[in-house]
């Protein structure tokens, strides 16, 4: 645990360097993102949790176990089951993310990065969110397709797979999976009670949240997770357009374009290659003091 601006917080999330591998480039360089913005803010854990639920804020958001992601061991055993296991999820990052922000009140968000986050041709999340025409040239031997073949915790029973027999590729089906199999830390008796859990607001989010190139599959698979519950495929889609309230629209792009201006990109080159993250590493460090000099 740590004092912040007089509070004690036992999570800490930061904005986090992005660090495209050659791999991913195919320059032969890799390329780094940082952003220069400083301090931070301390956050309400329930008041971000739903932005999250709801798709206006990445779970990358909310304190997790993973790069940039800073928590108590107190934290991660009230987090735990009777039973002592924490992960129910096969997403593990998205599920600390939720878990954690289920049961803590506040958290401190750096705007500072505080890590530096690789990607590379062989990452799950990477494969997943390819664009339009790798996406539908990915076969079994892709990294995700290899990923979900292996035993691992079951995707929960209440999204049902797409004709490949994975999850649909969207980052807000991922949050509510994660979402359901966090029930058991909610306050809420039955996930029927919990606003966030409602499946035909979550219909409406993840209609509104998919990749214009996937909207396709978003479609199919909307029409199945409504067959499965009973739903009304043109009440979600309505739902969907409901809730892209002018407000809410113009504050997620000004918080985008802030950042958007306050980060610099730098690619590899000859005399400075970035070939791997340790590289990157370094560059950003010295970027950052660089920042705090001027």
Sequence with gaps: MSMVAGSLVEAVRSDIGAFLWPSITQTGHGRLSLSLRRGGELRQAQTWLTKVME?????????????????????????????????????????????????????????????????SAHSNGASAFKGKRDAQEMGTDSPMMKFLSEANIPFHADLPSTADGAHLRSNQVIVYESYLQSAHLSSHTLLKNDPLADRRRQLGFILRTAKSYLREEAQRWAESFARQHGLSLADATQRRFAALSPVRTISKHTERMAKKFKTVHINGESKLPLKDIHEACIVAAALRKIRHLG
């Design 55 to 119: 798709g206006w804020a990445s779970s990358a958001t909310l304190p997790m176990l993973y790069t940039g992601g800073f928590v108590s061991s107190e934290l991660v055993q009230r987090a735990r089951q009777a039973n002592g296991i924490f992960y129910r999820s096969m997403i593990p990052d998205v599920y600390s993310a939720i878990a954690f922000a289920r049961v803590l009140k506040h958290y401190y968000y750096s705007h500072e990065p505080l890590a530096v986050g690789g990607a």
